[in-house]
């Protein structure tokens, strides 16, 4: 009985200590299996056919939830809300607020901060293009109206672009002179380098505010964040519709004073360069050195590297890591991820929009929740 007894139970340790082995095996392999200080979901362009993109949000959202992310402490949003109400922002961005509180339900919807885009009239849900402190990095937001897309179509875009820079430069040497070494993320809708689009001036001027960040990334930890380009084959030399660029890389940045094929100079990157991640649909070709998939980005901070993430419904799709030029002080770490303390364009506006619409998709968004559970259980989801 004793010899029996000890087999058993040798059995069970056995047992035990293989499979605690599996599941440490399984824990490392995630890729959130290490503790961050900061959490942050990227995307863009919700372009598609009615709900469809934000849809995707939802759908890929809880895959990142499912595979360990924590709830984030920002969703930053590189612009266009819309396809079949061509302007209308607003009803895109409450859809992004109820689909985030479908997957993270004690989530703050406020947590989502929308970045205006070229099919983007300015509603009251964007806030002003300008630097603002997130407590363990800080944040500039471009909108549109500040580095317009087809640049070129108006003599007066220079100068806009140029004052954006110049406003980009003050508020950098302000941190570096100060001695302020967080991260910085830069996020617009267009992005900075040379495609096929900059043959017709589409973000002809993007060298002022390149140089400006460039110089500024000697010293500082800055990522730059866009979208705008998943609706052709611009992005297929650098990666198509999930792409990353890292300091050392080289860049091609379009020439001001020229358009066309091979008007652009050769720049070495001091910052991390990637898209958002596109939820809509993406027509960048997918060729052996592109892809095209439907993505959402995370951003996750550490003392002494930077982890990028795409994540697409089929779960975990590439990682990147940066090292940081300034390893994060425990006071820096320490700090509680804030809310921007700045009113948004119209507050008052806002809240009826809000009032009114977000009822109303919260009851649909629960609907297509019920339903896609539903085909899930039966093999269509």
Not at 88 to 112: C, F, M, N, P, W
Not at 262 to 290: A, P, Q, R, V
Request: glycine share 8%; with cysteine.
């Amino acid at each position: 009985m004793k010899k029996a007894t000890i087999k058993l139970l040798s059995f069970i340790i056995c047992g035990a200590i293989l499979f605690s082995g599996m599941f440490g095996a399984y824990a490392a392999d995630s890729a959130f299996s290490q503790e961050a200080y900061t959490n942050l979901v990227t995307f863009s362009d919700c372009q598609h056919i009615g709900p469809v993109a934000y849809n995707n949000f939802g759908r890929i959202l809880r895959v990142m939830k499912n595979d360990g992310m924590p709830e984030p402490d920002a969703l930053l949003v590189g612009g266009d809300y819309s396809l079949l109400l061509n302007d209308y922002a607003t009803l895109g961005a409450i859809q992004l607020r109820e689909h985030y509180a479908s997957v993270y339900e004690d989530g703050d919807k406020d947590d989502i901060i929308c970045v205006q885009g070229n099919h983007d009239m300015k509603i009251a849900a964007f806030y002003p293009t300008g630097m603002y402190d997130m407590g363990t990095y800080c944040l500039y937001i471009i909108n549109e109206d500040d580095y317009p897309w087809r640049q070129g179509s108006d003599p007066a875009n220079e100068e806009i672009v140029k004052s954006t820079a110049a406003a980009i430069e003050k508020s950098l040497n302000e941190m570096i002179d100060s001695g302020d070494r967080r991260p910085v993320i830069l996020i617009t809708h267009v992005p900075l380098h040379f495609t096929k689009r900059s043959s017709y001036g589409d973000d002809l001027y993007s060298s002022y505010i390149f140089n400006v960040i460039n110089k500024a990334a000697q010293t500082l930890d800055i990522i730059f964040l866009f979208g705008h380009n998943h609706s052709g084959d611009y992005d297929d030399y650098i990666g198509g519709s999930v792409n990353f660029m890292a300091p050392g890389d080289t860049v091609l940045i379009p020439t001001p004073d020229k358009r066309g094929e091979g008007c652009y100079t050769e720049e070495t990157l001091n910052f991390t360069y990637t898209n958002c991640g596109y939820i809509g649909f993406d027509l960048n070709h997918n060729t052996d050195t592109s892809v095209n998939v439907i993505t959402l980005g995370a951003i996750r901070f550490f003392s002494d590297k930077l982890v990028f993430l795409k994540y697409s419904k089929d779960g975990l799709f590439r990682t990147d890591t940066v090292e940081r030029k300034n390893i994060a002080s425990a006071e820096d770490m320490g700090k509680t991820p804030t809310h921007i303390i700045s009113q948004r364009n119209d507050e008052e506006f806002w809240a009826k929009e809000k009032s009114f619409l977000e009822p109303v998709i919260s009851f649909i968004v629960r609907l297509f929740n019920l339903f896609y559970s539903f085909a899930s259980s039966i093999g269509l989801g």
